[in-house]
């Protein structure tokens, strides 16, 4: 007999729910904000949102399917199943954070502060949720990911971008190449290498394309092309900065090869997730065969 679905509740500690963890009570917390001209009653306002939103939307959840909840910090060890319907309840930054460990699971984005977020993943509203559960997977926008595969079979998927470069402030050594370029490989010294989506053309990527004078055009969410970047590219009589710009379409790979004692790579904003890679180490970039399913 075949188990009925899962609906699994993403979300994450609020600002508020930190802060009286840090402090011990709310008037503390409350006092350590008033000293510093700040009221604590923005943060405690979206906190009760959060919580109003969470409780509209497993109210809205079948009788008869099964539920879960995870905390973003859980994310790296609960384990999603085939059948599992995930509900992000919080910010479009969860959507990408959850996405790396889903395998086609729908995701249903729910926004819980409307006009703050820009709503790019969280397109909804609490009061939405019954109707998009009964629909669940049945009109889902297929948006395209990234991935990172090292030379010891280490992976790593994001939604937005990858990361690769030191885990500090140092300066990242490596080397850099295209397939099919004619070989073509450049040393580098540089503060890393971004490579991001169509959807993570919203934020980090923008922000790095718009400091390159958008020459090169930003792929769409569902489009099978990403864009890459390499941030301060330090040019020397053993480096170079040739290769700092381009894009990449399906099937083709960005290689990297570490001349660093230790480089890190990292999707979408979560370094607690990071694959370790050292000297000699070479990891290639491109099109993840996976996608996200998120409802529309």
Known sequence: MSLAPRAVLVHRTTEYEELVARHGTHGQ?????????????????????????????????????????????????????????????????????????????????????????????????????AKLLASAGTAADELTMVEAVADDTQRLVALNEIYLGAAGHQTARYRLGLEDDGGVVEAQASSGVL????????????????????????????????????????????????????????????????????????GDGMETDALELTWGQSVQVGVCRERLRLAG
């Not at 995930?86 to 699971?105: E, F, I, M, T």
């Not at 092309?225 to 790979?253: I, K």
């Open 29 to 129: 917390a409350a006092y350590f904000l008033r000293s510093r001209g700040r009221d604590i009653e923005e943060i405690a306002d979206r906190h009760r949102r959060t919580r109003r939103a969470l409780a509209e939307v497993v109210s809205a959840i079948p009788l008869t399917w099964r539920q879960a909840r995870v905390e973003r910090s859980d994310l790296d060890r609960f384990l999603f199943a085939p059948q599992d319907v995930v509900v992000v309840v919080g910010q479009d930054g969860l959507v990408a954070n959850v996405a790396k460990y889903l395998s086609g699971q729908p995701v249903i984005g729910i926004d819980t502060d409307p006009g703050r977020n820009p709503g790019v993943l969280v397109r909804h509203r609490p009061a939405d949720a």
């Open 195 to 266: 490579i991001g989506t169509g959807t993570g053309a919203t934020g980090w990527l923008r922000s790095v394309w718009q400091d390159r004078g958008a020459r090169l055009r930003l792929p769409s969410p569902a489009e099978e092309r990403l864009l890459w970047f390499v941030r301060e590219a330090w040019p020397s009589p053993a480096t170079g900065a040739s290769l700092v710009a381009g894009e990449l379409a399906a099937p083709a790979r960005l290689t990297l090869t570490v001349e660093s004692e230790r480089l890190v790579a990292f």
